[in-house]
């Protein structure tokens, strides 16, 4: 049935950001050229336009940058906790007066919606400055020991010293506030790398650290491709290693400092399962389901892309759920009607596309609502697969797009027994009316996140990571701070 309501345009205006045509590293609190002068464009994913040029990070960059976070670690780590608070503050304030260029930013250099980099993305970056903040004076307090002199003397928690970062493209700004603020807070110093697709956010944060009044040497971006990664993880004078990504990296970077003393954690893939009993109310379950595998075009490592129904509720809860698909709305990410935006790259597209094409080749059944794709840009419509067993591709292997599988089961006992028969451990969701319920299943979930009548929904306050090959440590929370500490 047509929708009586027709949407017009709601665009969100270019006009308050201003992108340079170019961008330098931010080494030692100042923008500079790559040693080797190197460079590389971004582009906007939903139009393809090239949207500026930026340095390019090689190993001698790298080394550049390690040296002036240690440099800077001296008098960093020997500030009062009160003081280091302070600039985390004034970060998260400005992050807070920018918010509207920022998720404007990062919808162009993204390609997800203006309505989720507006209304999930750059509050909960805030919020982590904040939260974290609040922790820089109270590290006595976490349950890690205590210091009996604050300039580290005596037992307990002390800085590593300097901290490399590695963090991908699809959060670009929220996964650098994962990284950056417990590592500040805690008293360490930065040298973070973005992806190479959405290097922009983190740019523009090395702004608001100059605008913040940051001492030189704390924060260091360095833009660049996988070699400047590995150059950074691998270099001798970094202390602690953070991750985000694939599995297939995490696991080179776990080999690369296998020997070392550096402290590492890996947040990696995963294939959530979102598990829907015949008690659950329908609507509500199909609301969750849409925000746990379409959020972020599905581009999420805990996106909720299996879905596991039980079988006396599979037909209704598909009806509902495809009625619920037609009405999304595929397009300009800048619209703020749209509720899926375009693909990262032309490489991810690629992906999603040959996965898919491996579901319908090996017998599941393919459906997606009628949508029309905008011509320019990389686009992939909301699909769904029924007739899926455990032994099909899509049901195993991390698509990271819009694509979810749907399997069916009869009792609890084999739904926790296929949602943990898979090699990550991220991410589940439980939906039922039941208390009881809730806490039997969750508790025999081999997932570090196990959200109950809901999906994505993320607090700085809580810890997050997972088990198996989805990596270990936990980012957030108390639970976080210890990552970046010498306990």
């Keep these: 049935m047509a929708s009586v309501f027709e949407y017009a345009p709601a665009p969100e205006s270019r006009a308050i950001v201003d992108i340079a045509p170019s961008y330098g590293l931010f080494i030692d609190g100042e923008f500079t050229e790559a040693a080797d002068g190197k460079v590389f464009k971004t582009v906007s994913p939903s139009t393809e336009e090239v949207l500026a ?38 970060i998260a304030r400005i992050i807070q007066e ?48 205590r ?3 604050e300039g580290g003397g005596g037992a307990g928690p002390r800085p590593l010293g300097v901290a490399g970062q590695v963090i991908p493209w699809n959060f670009p700004l929220l996964m650098l506030a994962w990284k950056i603020a417990p590592a500040l807070a805690t008293g360490n110093t930065v040298v973070l790398k973005p992806a190479e697709t959405t290097p922009l956010s983190a740019l523009f944060f090395a702004d608001i650290c100059r605008q913040a009044g940051l001492p030189k040497g704390v924060v260091n971006i360095l833009t660049g491709y996988g070699d400047a990664g590995a150059a950074l ?53 199909v609301e969750g389901i849409v925000t746990g595998i379409f959020f972020n075009q599905g581009q999420v490592c805990c996106a909720g892309s299996r879905l596991l129904v039980q079988e006396s509720v599979q037909d209704e809860l598909l009806d509902s759920l495809k009625l619920r698909l037609a009405t999304l709305r595929v397009g300009d990410p800048l619209d703020k009607n749209t509720d899926l935006g375009a ?9 999603i596309t040959a996965l898919a094409d491996a579901g319908e080749a090996e017998g599941a059944e393919r459906w ?12 992939f419509a909301p699909t769904l697969f029924t007739n899926v067993t455990q032994a099909h591709t899509i049901a195993r292997d991390e698509i990271f797009g819009p694509v979810l599988s749907v399997l069916t089961f009869r009792t609890p006992e084999e739904a926790v027994a296929k949602a943990n028969n898979t090699q990550y451990g991220l991410s589940a969701g439980i939906w039922t009316e ?44 108390r639970h976080g701070l210890e990552a970046y500490l010498d306990v």
């Design 53 to 90: 040029e930026v340095a390019r990070a090689g190993a001698a960059d790298v080394d550049r940058a390690v040296k002036a976070a240690r440099k800077a670690f001296e008098k960093w780590s020997a500030l009062p906790g009160a003081e280091r608070a302070k600039y985390l503050f004034r």
């Design 368 to 379: 997606s609502p009628a949508c029309e794709l905008p011509s320019s840009g990389y686009w």
């Design 147 to 149: 210091r009996t002199t």
């Design 434 to 477: 039941k208390g009881s319920r809730i806490l039997a299943v969750a508790g025999k979930l081999r997932a570090g996140v196990v959200w109950a009548n809901t999906f994505n929904k993320f607090d700085p306050t809580s810890p997050f990571g997972g088990y198996k090959e989805s990596g270990y440590g936990r980012e957030g929370g």
């Design 233 to 285: 993880v691998e270099h001798p004078d970094v202390n602690k290693v953070a991750f985000t990504g694939s599995t297939a990296v995490g696991k080179a970077i776990a080999r690369s400092v296998a020997g070392t003393d550096k402290k590492v954690t890996l947040e990696l893939g995963g294939k959530g399962a979102n598990i829907v009993f015949d008690d659950a109310p329908i609507d509500q379950a």
């Design 343 to 351: 693909i990262n790259s032309a490489e991810q597209l690629a992906r």
């Design 98 to 145: 920018r918010s509207r260029e920022l998720a404007v930013l990062e919808t162009l250099d993204n390609g997800k919606p203006i309505r989720e980099t507006r209304d999930a993305d750059l509050p909960l970056v805030a919020a982590h400055f904040f939260y974290y903040a609040g922790w820089a004076d109270k590290l006595d307090h976490a349950g890690f020991g």
